[in-house]
């Protein structure tokens, strides 16, 4: 992978500084790119379809906890994605991995541990700090995996209408907001139902809000 095509999101420009230079640490010929908000990310998957890694922080404008990561998981399964974060509470890590993140970098860390991390991740391995890769799983995190399994076999349409019960849209509001048929948006929500294992809108949005997440009060970085 030695001309591997990155995207680095992060709202810290100090902090892209440093993930590109562990990025160029294992990837010396890497092509990057920066976003500075999730908006702006989704553009540049649209127009560099040739993008491999991406660096998703975990708190940034426009991505809400999980919802970012399970939305690219969804849209964009070849995606590698790598959580990056200065909140390092141990549930929110296995979390990202649970979801389906190839790795979760503390901000924390040093750029050699960074360097590492993505060395794994090219390998094929999944990465987080040491003390937590070595906690085993809990019944929340089976329930975890299971969600992810359900959200990833969505449409990207069909993830877009969950989204959008779960912010409380009626029918006819989310069929304006996508500019499709209130018919369409009906099957869209019956197929969501039936994914998820549930039988009513309000379970299916209980269920996206899994993936929101409150940031850490210290969470400056």
């Not at 969501?192 to 969470?219: E, F, K, S, W």
């Amino acid at each position: 992978m030695s001309d591997a095509q990155v995207i680095i999101a992060d709202d810290h420009p100090l902090f892209r500084t440093a993930l590109k230079q562990a990025v160029y640490e294992c990837i010396p010929d890497a092509a990057i790119i920066e976003a500075e908000s999730f908006n702006e990310l989704l553009a540049n998957i649209e127009t560099q379809p040739s993008l491999e890694i991406v660096f998703l922080d975990l708190h940034m404008p426009g991505n809400d906890g999980f919802t970012g990561l399970t939305q690219l998981r969804n849209n964009h399964p070849d995606l590698t994605v790598i959580m990056v974060s200065s909140d390092e509470r141990t549930d929110v890590m296995r979390k990202a991995i649970n979801f389906g993140a190839a790795a979760f970098i503390p901000k924390s860390v040093n750029l050699a541990t960074i360097a590492s991390a993505v060395d794994s991740v090219l390998n094929g391995e999944t990465w987080l700090p040491d003390d937590i890769e070595k906690l085993p799983d809990d019944e929340q995190a089976q329930k975890n995996k299971q969600l992810a399994k359900q959200l990833a076999h969505l449409t990207p349409q069909q993830y877009n209408v969950l989204s959008l019960i779960a912010d409380g849209q009626l029918n006819k509001q989310i069929a304006g907001i996508l500019n499709i048929k209130e018919n369409t948006v009906k099957k869209h929500v019956s197929a969501i139902l039936l994914q998820l294992g549930v039988n009513n809108r309000t379970l299916a949005g209980i269920a996206y809000q899994q993936l929101t997440l409150n940031p850490p009060q210290h969470d400056v970085l």
